[in-house]
């Protein structure tokens, strides 16, 4: 593994670091007072005290869940096939809310959950594995071919994921290769790649450079 897991992480040892693909917010803005971590628009994963807080294994389930986010879409048919078959919950007409199997707030929440699970090995409603298999890896890792990488992406979402197939073993040039060729396929700016790239080579550079301190 070249890089320490974010969740094993001290707060001073992920700002000294920064990874590509995360960032650190001191103040939450008011619509996610109740949030411990999110995804913004440019899907970078924004951390809170409220999760530094949390204990290395609560924070592994957190950036699963934050990184599940990336592999669902409700403009997708697949979400509303499977929201709406009763496997992951309902909507309660009486109190007006909508109930998952897993908790959430709304079915993208409680769909989410249940693909972190499932890439955790938990067992799920079969809805859910046939309709998200290729979303679901049994090691729970972050594939690059798994994620949907979309046309608007940032440098610095390609570069986390880029990181994380490296740190599951994957190799350098093959992760670059296959973000460079998903990303063209799918109409990202070529400008946009290299900037990753070049992100992912400082990191693991200022990685490599810390190791020999
Ligand atoms: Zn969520």
Known sequence: MPHKPI???TKDEFLAKSPSGYRYLAEKPTYAEEHIAWVDSNQEIVLTDD??????????????????????????????KVAESGAIGHFDEDEMKWKGIVGGRNPEETLTQLITNAREGEAVPQEVLDAYADKIHPSGELHIGDVPIKSYSSPSYLARLIIEAV???MDLDEAISIIKEESQSVGVPDETIKDAINMVKRELEEYEEKQKD
């Open 7 to 9: 969740d094993e992480m």
């Open 167 to 169: 740190d599951s073993g």
């Open 51 to 80: 999760f530094f807080d949390h204990s290395p294994s609560d924070r592994k389930w957190i950036l699963g869940h934050e990184k599940a986010h990336s592999s669902i879409s409700p403009h997708e048919d697949r979400f509303w």
